[in-house]
T-cell receptor
Framework: GIQVEQSPPDLILQEGANSTLRCNFS?????LQWFHQNPWGQLINLFY???GTKQNGRLSATTVATERYSLLYISSSQTTDSGVYFC????????????FGTGTRLKVLA | DTGVSQNPRHKITKRGQNVTFRCDPI?????LYWYRQTLGQGPEFLTY????????KSRLLSDRFSAERPKGSFSTLEIQRTEQGDSAMYLC??????????????FGQGTRLTVV
């Protein structure tokens, strides 16, 4: 099956710093999503981004489907950005499930 | 619509007991998914439905697990003869389906199961 890898696995930032999270996938995908998991376990939708670039406030994302990767940019990080970030891909092979990456655990220090 | 709703939020059960979780998807979504997440890991796919049909099941879904979605609306996930290894967060998600539809998945708050 498709493999989804995220890097870095852990990231510690000072408040105000910028960061880039990466998601690599091993096969063609129909769709890709980025989620933020809060301390209570809720998965919050950040981006639905099968290709191209999107921005939402301090966050933006880019997916280059032909090269099988996606990037999530966090600018001017805040302590509330702390948590785990997951990418999830819907494989293009006819199965409609989303496969999650390994996650990036982000801690933003005040 | 308030999003995907899961009940209960927490469940503590003794080993060997049966448990059942409920998921109410976003009303216009015809696709419904179940995932399991253990500490420090990403969510793992268990099964999904399109309307009332269960179209795929993971090998993680042993014979003790069964899921239903009668009438294509809410879904239930039952675990029989629970084991300590079943302790996890069980997540439900829903989405539209179709080649030209936005298939963005939305997740519920999860049911945290502890088997003692």
């Amino acid at each position: 099956g498709i493999q989804v890898e995220q890097s870095p696995p852990d990231l510690i930032l000072q408040e105000g710093a910028n960061s880039t999270l990466r998601c690599n996938f091993s096969d063609s995908v129909n769709n890709l999503q980025w989620f933020h998991q809060n301390p209570w376990g809720q998965l919050i939708n950040l981006f639905y981004i099968p290709s191209g670039t999107k921005q939402n406030g301090r966050l933006s994302a880019t997916t280059v489907a032909t090269e099988r990767y996606s990037l999530l940019y966090i600018s001017s990080s805040q302590t509330t950005d702390s948590g785990v970030y997951f990418c999830a891909v819907e494989q293009a092979s006819g199965t409609y499930k989303y496969i999650f990456g390994t996650g990036t655990r982000l801690k933003v220090l005040a | 619509d308030t999003g995907v709703s899961q009940n209960p939020r927490h469940k503590i059960t003794k080993r060997g007991q049966n448990v059942t979780f409920r998921c109410d998807p976003i009303s216009e979504h015809n696709r419904l998914y179940w995932y399991r997440q253990t500490l420090g890991q990403g969510p793992e796919f268990l099964t999904y439905f399109q309307n009332e049909a269960q179209l795929e099941k993971s090998r993680l879904l042993s014979d003790r697990f069964s899921a239903e979605r009668p009438k294509g609306s809410f879904s239930t996930l039952e675990i029989q003869r629970t084991e300590q290894g079943d302790s996890a967060m069980y997540l439900c998600a829903s989405s539209h389906s179709g080649s030209y539809m936005n298939t963005e998945a939305f997740f519920g708050q999860g049911t945290r199961l502890t088997v003692v």
